[in-house]
């Protein structure tokens, strides 16, 4: 496997040095070990300050590839992730029977760096739930993870890397999508042996094609299902993804923007969309369904219903029927890469139904707030954001 490589910093130490000095190991061991990135060490060059072309305007949610990434790796055996190291963003070569292409064993987080109000730095929002979440995740699919201080570490680190890619203030934000896959060679029906935990990052701006906190349209999902009860609908595993492109697909040729989700048991309690969790409002009563192993605890999720608590409204984790959500007044959706989405209809059995959006909404004024904390134009009073100078 092999990427090119430039590494940063005094502290950063070459995994291949470390390959190196542990000696002979088996020749299966060998073998695991020439399926992962090879670090071709490189200088670092002084790079411009500004993100090439792009049009900070007009971003939208798509890869525009950044100048590094991170990579760290993790035996088995050790259970223990090494020191990672900052590399030249690139492609990477995999053994055909590396667990993740053969058994889908594979996490991944995504969150978000933003420039500051001063231009004196960045912030992030939260890395901590994304490490922890991960290792939930990580429990789950028999994977082992990068502890918490690594892997916030490492975010910061890949930010401080592509500082020139994050976009003006108000303008987008750096996506950042930490991986964690099993890299290592396996044929039989069994956890990998070794383990890779990479970082890559790309400017964005809005996930709907509609533009920030303008509504959007979503049709309940009647024959596919996203997730089941004990299965992995509550990690974020990269096997939880591809199978919701069919119905996404689907409703998109009619116009939606996204789908959303009924649970498969009883068909009749919403669970969320293809990458967002959901929250109906009615009356002063703000409900969002349940975590209950079918549905991603999103970070954002979390955060929304603390502002809303905050602003004295009654928050209800449950389960949320279509009755609830065809007969309420506001309905809105979240997430890192959607933000605060407003939803202006939901077509269910042929029928439409509309809600409340505009300007005196509780979901603008929650995207107001929150936004403000995330790009330090409010006092972050519950220590949510992680300054990066």
Known sequence: MRMG???IGAHSMSLLDMQGRSGGGS??????QSSLPQLDRVDRCDEENTGGDIDWDNLGFGLTPTDYMYVMRCPQASGVFARGE???????????????????????????????A??????LFRPEENARRMQAGAERMCMPAPSVEQFVHAVKQTVLANTRWVPPQGKGALYIRPLLIGSGAILGLAPAPEYTFMIYASPVGT???????????????????????????????????????KAQMDAKSKGFADVLYLDSVHKRY??????CNLFVLKGGTLATPATAGTILPGITRRSIIELARDRGYR???????????????????????????????VTYKGTRYEFRTGEDT???????????????????????TVAID
């Open 315 to 345: 928050v209800e984790e449950r389960l949320v029927s279509i009755d609830d959500l065809v007969g309420a007044d506001e309905v809105f959706c979240t997430g890192t890469a959607v933000g605060v989405t407003p939803v202006s209809t």
């Open 207 to 245: 996930y709907f094609k509609e533009g920030i906190m303008s509504a959007i349209h979503l049709l309940v999902e009647e024959e596919f299902h996203r997730a089941m009860p004990g299965g992995t609908g509550g990690v974020k595993t990269i096997t939880n993804y591809a199978p919701v492109l």
């Open 5 to 7: 490589m430039r590494s």
């Open 86 to 116: 900052l590399s030249r963003y690139g492609n990477v070569e995999l053994s055909p029977s590396s667990g993740v292409l053969n058994y889908g064993q594979g996490l991944f987080e995504g969150l978000k760096a933003y420039r500051r």
């Open 362 to 384: 509780l979901s603008r004024k929650l995207y107001d707030t929150l936004t403000s904390i995330q790009m330090g134009l409010a006092e972050d009073k519950k220590g949510w």
């Open 118 to 123: 001063d231009g004196a730095g960045y912030m």
């Open 270 to 275: 919403v669970e969320e969309a293809s990458s």
């Open 27 to 32: 020749l299966l061991q060998s073998r695991w």
